[in-house]
């Protein structure tokens, strides 16, 4: 198959598809003007968060046929569009969903211990031990806005934690709530869990009904003295609002970001003057662990198409590599 590589992946699954396939790379510098000169021959594009797929791009492929999303979010792809074109989209989650999950958990320690305060405390000289008491995890209420993929990791790391898990979903069913429930983790409305949450993990994608969910006003119905995680999306927390309640006596304690409304080299986060606040850039599933396990399935599903398309093989094959897939073609959404 004649294949892109719009983002970067692991090195050697490119390695890999180059045996098999014709592939261009148009990573690092892959603009939105390249990437239309380059994805006119391709039957295959792979891409990450950063990339745009969108009905103008695609249009200029006409022999576009699978598209794989290495990691989970959509935000960045016209799905209508790639739906009525009939192009296969397989996206890879869980790899990405843990290396997350996982960093969520490295910023609420960060934010409860202090710990890039007394690391630049030390860097300059001074031994404050008295200074930087914090708290611990264990018995705290950790809300979880959207156990999906990355949440229910999140939230299931919680319970292994000793914490309170609470959470809430967009479609809430008794099914869901029972089988949450059987794992420790109880759901409630959005409301009530911003109002009891401790520390409150944002796993949602990016919507039209999703966009400022954390305003001013949900983040003055937050729990005084709570902390703030997103690595989820820019754009769903409030950045300005944020940062008035974390400067304001009785607001929020801390928050951690690895999002942001502005994202690129040269944008500065409002929030980037605060001691209180941990900031990243988009790094989240950026573990090499997970991005080799991506890369590794990006190759076995490209794989799988090129020898078996159009037939129950395929369709075996994508179960069986990418856990949580999307077929756009049909109604089929295990995300």
């Known amino acids: 198959m004649n294949v892109l590589i719009a983002s970067s992946i692991d090195g050697e699954a490119i390695e890999r598809l ?3 396939h014709q592939v261009i790379r148009a990573f690092p510098n892959s603009s939105e003007e390249s990437l239309h000169a380059l994805i ?3 039957e295959a594009l792979v891409f990450r968060s950063g990339i745009r797929v969108s009905a103008d791009l695609m249009g200029c492929a006409p022999r576009l046929k699978l598209l794989v999303r290495a990691g989970s979010g959509m935000d960045n792809l016209d799905v209508e569009y790639a739906r009525k074109r009939g192009v296969q989209l397989v996206r890879i989650p869980q790899p990405s969903a843990r ?3 996982e960093m969520a958990f ?6 409860s211990r202090r710990l890039l305060e007394a690391d630049r405390s030390m860097r300059n000289g001074r031994w404050e031990k008295h200074e930087f008491s914090g708290y611990l995890l264990r018995d705290k209420t950790l809300g979880v806005v959207g156990i999906g993929n990355t949440g229910s990791c999140v939230a ?8 309170r898990v609470i959470g809430c979903v967009q479609h809430p069913s008794r099914e869901r709530e029972e089988g949450f429930c059987e794992k420790g983790i109880q759901m409630l409305e959005f409301d009530q869990v911003i109002a009891n949450a401790d520390y409150l993990s944002i796993h949602v994608p990016l919507k039209d009904n999703t966009r400022r969910l954390l305003d001013a006003d949900a983040l003055s119905r937050m729990k005084p003295g709570a902390y703030l995680i997103n690595l989820a999306r820019g ?4 950045e300005q609002a944020l940062y008035e309640s974390l400067t304001h006596n009785g607001g929020l304690r801390g928050a951690a970001l690895d999002v942001h409304e502005h994202e690129g080299q040269g944008c500065m986060s409002p929030l980037a003057m605060l001691n209180n606040v941990i900031l990243t850039p988009h790094i989240g599933a950026m573990a090499i662990d997970a991005q080799r396990e991506i890369g590794q399935k990006v190759v076995e599903i490209i794989d799988a198409f090129a020898n078996a398309h159009g037939s129950d093989a395929w369709q075996g094959k994508v179960a069986e590599v990418a856990q949580g897939y999307t077929r756009i073609q049909g109604e089929v959404n295990r995300g």
């Open 18 to 20: 180059e045996q098999e």
């Open 40 to 42: 006119r021959d391709c």
């Open 99 to 101: 290396a997350v999950a």
């Open 106 to 111: 490295a910023f609420m320690l960060a934010l």
């Open 156 to 163: 299931q790391m919680g319970v292994a934690w000793g914490m």
């Open 235 to 238: 754009g769903i927390v409030d």
